[in-house]
């Protein structure tokens, strides 16, 4: 199983054990073969995205929820106790008050996020970074090789959220926003099983923005929407932000955030380098320290 194109491995913080996760025959269907790949073309597209959308958010959807919590080992008790009018209503729930803790010392990063973690060391030449053999430029996935030049020998951390997964996000300090900036594209599935063939980072819709922020400077936040997951729902424009404070959200579906980061501002701990360095994924939760501020000790 170690190397099955057909699992991704994943590992809890301060565990030895490597969680394989089986990717869905759907998915290998889809993706391994001619005729899937035929599928894809049509399947892709935002306007399919938009169909199920509809659905999801109709009441005939309700019957997918004690479904869902079942499959996933969802621990309802951590969730605001309201009746779901739709699955997309479930799967956008809130957190209880003071359920997910968030770290707020000035020297920690926090993962914006619960998600499935790999960080990658962005090319002080060609300013891109490697993923399951696809070269990713920071100028294509934004569109702005100005704003990308100022990552250059920096970070780029992924964030992959699955099902399971708590589907809002929120910011990783205090600081103030630029803009959204939203980028039209297909939505391929953020699994890395997709990663092979497509670059899908570059092609998927996706929305960034600049967080200036009091301790890591200029943060570049990019939302990565999904395939069925067409809504990236982010509730600020120019904006003054604190730490822990909800950024927005994903409707329906596996997604992805990215941040990049400029050259020697952080930290990363070191389980997740090494873990990431071994082509596995590191579980995080929204809050929890990932890494420091550069030229701190904690």
Known sequence: MEND??????????????????????????????????????????????????????????????????????????YENINYQ?????????????????????????????????????????????????????NDLINDSIIASNYIDGYCLIFRLTVDDYHRYCYIDDGYKEENHFIKGILHTVQPISLEKYKVFHQNCREYTILHTNNFFDVLHIEVGAI???????????????RGEEKGMFEFGGSTIILLFSKDTIIIDQDIINNSNNDIETIVKMGEKIGIKQNKVI
């Open 5 to 78: 194109k057909n699992v991704v491995k994943i590992r809890r913080r301060n565990n030895d054990v490597i969680i394989y996760e089986k990717i869905n025959k759907s998915v290998r269907f889809l993706y391994h073969t001619f005729l899937g790949r035929i599928c894809l073309k049509i399947i892709t597209r935002r306007w399919i995205s938009k169909l199920v959308g509809k659905y999801m958010n109709s009441k005939l959807s309700r019957r997918r929820i004690k479904k869902a919590i079942k499959q996933y080992g969802i621990d309802m008790n951590q």
């Open 86 to 138: 739709s699955y997309n209503h479930f799967f956008t729930r809130k957190l209880k008050e003071n359920i997910c803790p968030i770290n707020y010392d000035n020297n920690v990063l926090i993962s914006p996020c619960d998600a499935k973690l790999s960080v990658y060391k962005i090319d002080q030449i060609s300013n891109t970074f490697n993923i399951k053999e696809s070269i990713y430029n920071i």
């Open 228 to 242: 069925c997951v067409g809504k990236i729902k982010n509730l600020h424009q120019k904006y003054e932000f604190h």
